[in-house]
Each structure stands twice: as C-alpha cells, then as structure tokens.
C-alpha cells in the first residue's frame, strides 16, 4: 500500500489549505483513510477520517468544523480542506491506511485511529504571519 501526501505549505493564520493524499483506486476503495499530524516536540495527533466502504467520516475536535475531509475519483486521492488555520494547526501532516478489522471493518465509527498500517511520508504546513 503506498501512500503520498502532498499540497503542504506557508499560510496565514485564517488562511486555507488543501493537502491530498494520493494512493491507487483499490486502495482508497478497500482501506479507510486516516490524516493525522505531528507538530515540533509533540506527538503524533490523528486529525480525520474517511470510508469509502460506508462513507463514514470523523474529524479530532481539534479540527471538527474546520477542515473537511473527502475522496476526489478523478485524481484518486483523499483530500483535507483546511479552513480558519490556526498557529497551532502548524505541523507535519501525515496520511495513512489500516486493515480492516473486527466487525466495522473499514469504517471509521471504528474508534482506533491509531491502529494504522501504512503510512506515507509527511507534508510540512506552517500557519504564520
């Protein structure tokens, strides 16, 4: 499973980003998606969520109002829109996928965000004046 994240970058606090998290067809179709970040000194923090197999979603409340997550078939990737970005929004964002488990398989009412598998490498975002 390979996974690439891309679309990081410097933006004002109130500003807006789009980050996408690239991966094949199959693999968007058959794991759940999950972006999570890690800022300086800190660990890491799961951010969202996304199914397809249910379509389910789920947002840390941190970000819950703010970013939207959601799947674009033509560039097959999972993007995160980030809206009203904060200082301490700032941090490498990740995304990864997990094997399905148990008897939610792939949703993401399953609360163990962080039993991810695979994990792709990072995209800096930095909110600063």
């Known amino acids: 499973v390979q996974l690439q994240a891309s679309g990081g970058g410097l933006v004002q606090p109130g500003g807006s980003l789009r980050l996408s998290c690239f991966a094949s067809r199959w693999t968007l179709d058959y794991y759940r998606i999950g972006w999570f970040r890690q800022a300086p000194g800190k660990e890491r923090e799961w951010v969202s969520c996304?199914?397809?197999?249910?379509?389910?979603?789920a947002y840390a409340d941190s970000v819950k109002g703010r970013f939207t997550i959601s799947r674009d078939n033509a560039k097959s990737t999972v993007d995160l829109q980030m809206n009203s970005l904060r200082p301490e929004d700032t941090a490498v964002y990740y995304c990864?996928?997990?094997?399905?488990?148990?008897?939610?398989?792939?949703?993401?009412?399953?609360?163990?965000?962080?039993?991810?598998?695979?994990w792709g490498k990072g995209t800096q975002v930095t909110v600063s004046s």
């Open positions: 996304f199914s397809s197999s249910d379509g389910s979603t």
């Open positions: 990864a996928a997990d094997d399905p488990k148990g008897h939610l398989g792939s949703s993401c009412q399953r609360k163990d965000y962080y039993a991810m598998d695979y």
